[in-house]
């Protein structure tokens, strides 16, 4: 004889835990908010631009045959490289908080 046993399938969903750790808009970097100082984040507060440096502050299109890594830089600080560290420090900001 043979008794089949139902099978109990409890699925439970493991419902983690809501995240200590909040994700900053500026950033993207995951901080946690009781240790959050105006030095925790650190950006760029301008964009990662596509165009040459320029003593005269004229800028100009690239173009044909120029290589791309002489016109793309932070328009804040200069940098070149996109994975530059950032060179403005301030608090992280969540997407929770209000933006001002
Ligand atoms: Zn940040
Ligand atoms: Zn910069």
């Keep these: 004889m043979d008794s ?7 699925a439970s969903a493991s419902a983690p835990a809501p995240p200590k750790h909040k994700t900053c808009r500026k950033c993207k970097a995951s901080y946690d908010p009781s240790a959050n100082t105006r030095l925790s984040c650190r950006f760029h507060p301008s964009f990662f631009v596509c165009r040459r440096h320029d003593d005269q502050k004229r800028y100009y299109e690239l173009r044909d045959g120029d290589p791309p890594y002489a016109a793309k830089f932070y328009d804040c600080c200069g940098a070149e490289d996109p994975d530059a560290p950032g060179c403005t420090t301030d608090l992280h900001r969540s997407y929770d908080d209000a933006q001002d």
Excluded: K, N, Q
């Design 4 to 10: 089949g046993v139902p099978a109990s399938a409890s």
